[in-house]
């Protein structure tokens, strides 16, 4: 059994900073990709950044200069530190990893459950 477990959302002012931190664990192998999605009522879920095994990352446009992704692998764990956080950057943020397990030929995807992020205006 795999379980992604995030930590650190809550409610901020706009301008404020909050750090996202999500930890894999179970009878994982490897970890290729984790990242950060989130999902605003009423709107499609969205990547918002990722980063590879090897440290390369991704960010949406919205995020850039803003949002900063970064992974432990010894611990298994994805951080996403936000600054400058906007109204809009309310949403429920999820922490998604693409993995083997042990004896898998393939990789799967897993999700957390998901922590709110709030900012205030």
């Known amino acids: 059994q795999v379980q992604l477990v995030e930590s650190g959302g809550g409610l901020v002012q706009a301008g404020g900073s909050l750090r996202l931190s999500c930890a894999a664990s179970?009878?994982?192998?490897?970890?290729?990709?984790m990242g950060w999605y989130r999902q605003a009522p009423g709107k499609q879920r969205e990547l918002v950044a990722a980063?590879?095994?090897?440290?390369?990352?991704n960010y949406a446009d919205s995020v850039k200069g803003r949002f900063t992704i970064s992974r432990d692998n010894a611990k298994n764990t994805v951080y996403l530190q936000m600054n400058s956080l906007k109204p809009e950057d309310t949403a429920v943020y999820y922490c998604?990893?693409?993995?083997?397990?042990?004896?898998?030929?393939?990789?799967?995807?897993?999700w957390g459950q998901g922590t709110q992020v709030t900012v205030s205006s």
């Open positions: 998604n990893a693409d993995l083997y397990r042990y004896r898998d030929y393939f990789s799967s995807d897993y």
């Open positions: 980063i590879t095994s090897g440290g390369s990352t």
């Open positions: 179970g009878r994982i192998f490897s970890i290729n990709t």
